[in-house]
């Protein structure tokens, strides 16, 4: 049953999971994941500033591509956060994943 398991497999990139409010899901694409675990380990602050203007523009077997705002918002990702998100890759079962970042 969908309301008894923590997250249902869907699709690739989408997962399921259940909410408090009457057995409702949510639907969670993989960059959703990464944001879900990245948030909690840095500021709210940071986060605001850098990653929750980021969308995710499509995906592969290989990467996420994560649309930003702007060329620095990119680089900022790429350089103070590269290695964190390499460990949330890790860490919400995307080993071989690579992020690439589009300016919108």
């Known amino acids: 049953m969908l309301c008894d398991s ?10 399921l999971l259940p909410t408090a409010d009457y ?13 879900q ?3 909690r380990r840095l ?3 940071n986060f605001a500033t850098w990653f929750q203007p980021t969308r995710l523009k499509g995906s592969d077997s290989t990467r ?19 290695e964190l998100l390499e460990a949330v890759l890790q860490e919400v079962g995307l080993p071989d ?3 690439e970042f589009i300016c919108s």
Request: hydrophobic share 35%.
């Open 6 to 15: 923590e997250q249902t497999f869907v699709h690739p990139c989408v997962y």
């Open 37 to 39: 675990h990245t948030k």
């Open 97 to 99: 994943t690579r992020l």
């Open 23 to 35: 057995g409702a899901v949510v639907i969670m694409n993989d960059w959703a994941r990464v944001l």
């Open 64 to 82: 996420l591509l994560v649309q930003v705002p702007t060329r620095l918002c990119k680089k900022r990702l790429t350089e103070t956060y590269g």
């Open 43 to 45: 500021s709210p602050c």
